[in-house]
């Protein structure tokens, strides 16, 4: 009797175990099957990378190829785009500027507080009237606000087809010479002018940026820049890169000490300028660096005192009347070459093959500094002509 009891066990548990063993296999088999007839996705991070790619290569394709600039019949415009504060206040030396040119070979844009107008009462310069953007905002320096403003410039100069060439300037730039040596100067090249290169030591990058920004694309340099028409319309039309700006690309609040502890957290934020980055980084990321000269035609002096107690440290210098003598703006027209110490890179200045003086204009220039470049002739004629004839 005991013997035949534990027959019937045996034989459930024996069933039990097949049970298992095929439920396990049909698990298995299961999982294949949807792992095998699953939408693919990225593998790694890099895979999210090269896609985030594509889709710069792809557009900045389309822009090159459906209306960049290249289809344009006539005569071609040079866009000078001003981000100022308020009003102009060299807005006599550039009427200057303007009177020795011909009206259809330039087109002005200036983006000011909201509201201003520029009209008799605000400006010196009938070339100045009315040029303020409609859509102007508010903007404070350090925050995305200002690569916004630069954005609007763009997008206003772009609404007129013969707009070829797009320079961006401070309300505190000087031209260096006169409208023709400038304009052919910026004609002649097929290439933009902006000063990029890698940010190797202040670790501006925010790791959060990643994938829609690489770090190995990121760049940092002079926001005042000059662009052919096809890399402007790169800039209007991003929609990817400039939100990751927006949200990660911030300036650290200054030093207060007032606030106690409080300042102690708020100086262990991460700290970003955007616009010392942004249209670097943007055209880097489209694979757009070789249509470059990666340098700037606006020169800069730049106080760069270690001192920590130094609140001017690594700060614009203001030209005023008794530093802009003819022979220190002579020494900045020779300069023929920019150093980039974090890529080991000479950049020597060039237009079609041709040696050329590095910077078109300067900053930063006090009203009196202007009325001396204008008194002594510093700006004077200069023939451009060879800049056109010379073979790419």
Avoid at 181 to 206: C, P, Q, T
Wanted: proline content about 4%.
């Amino acid at each position: 009797m005991k013997k035949s009891a534990q027959a019937p066990t045996r034989r459930v548990l024996w069933l039990g175990w097949k049970l298992v063993v095929l439920l396990s296999i049909s698990l298995c088999l299961l999982g294949l099957f949807r792992l095998h007839h699953r939408p693919k996705l990225p593998s790694s991070s890099s895979s999210s990378s090269s896609q985030h790619l594509d889709v710069y290569r792809s557009r900045s394709r389309s822009l090159r190829g459906g209306g960049g600039g290249g289809g344009f019949v006539g005569n071609p415009k040079l866009a000078f785009l001003y981000l100022a504060r308020r009003d102009i206040p060299l807005d006599f030396l550039w009427g200057s500027f303007f009177e020795s040119a011909d009206v259809a070979n330039f087109s002005i844009y200036v983006h000011s507080e909201p509201g201003f107008v520029f009209d008799e009462s605000t400006t010196r310069s009938r070339f100045f009237y009315g040029r303020q953007l409609s859509d102007s905002i508010q903007v404070e320096w350090g925050e995305s606000s200002m690569i916004k403003a630069e954005r609007l410039l763009f997008a206003a100069a772009l609404e007129d087809p013969a707009n070829q060439r797009f320079v961006l300037l401070s309300d505190s730039c000087v031209p260096l010479y006169n409208f023709s040596y400038i304009y052919s100067y910026l004609m002649a090249s097929s290439r933009s002018f902006v000063d990029s290169f890698l940010d190797a030591k202040e670790g501006r990058y925010n790791l959060k940026m990643f994938p829609v920004i690489l770090k190995e694309r990121w760049r940092k340099g002079s926001q005042w820049i000059a662009l052919v028409r096809r890399h402007a319309e790169v800039v209007v039309d991003d929609e990817v890169v400039y939100p990751a700006f927006k949200k990660f690309c911030k300036r650290r609040p200054p030093v207060d000490a007032s606030k106690g502890k409080l300042n102690t957290k708020l100086q262990k934020q991460h700290n970003c300028i955007p616009d010392e980055h942004y249209v670097q980084t943007l055209l880097a990321l489209n694979e757009l660096e070789t249509e470059l000269e990666r340098r700037t035609v606006t020169y800069t002096s730049w106080n760069q005192s270690a001192t920590k107690m130094d609140t001017k440290g690594w700060h614009p210098v203001t030209f005023d009347y008794a530093n802009a003598s003819p022979r220190q703006i002579q020494g900045i027209k020779k300069i023929n070459h920019v150093y980039y110490e974090t890529e080991f890179r000479t950049e020597w200045c060039r237009a079609n093959s041709s040696s050329v003086p590095c910077f078109l204009f300067a900053r930063k220039f006090s009203r009196g500094a202007a009325m001396r470049l204008l008194s002594e002739g510093v700006v004077g004629r200069f023939d451009a002509s060879f800049l056109l004839d010379s073979t790419p």
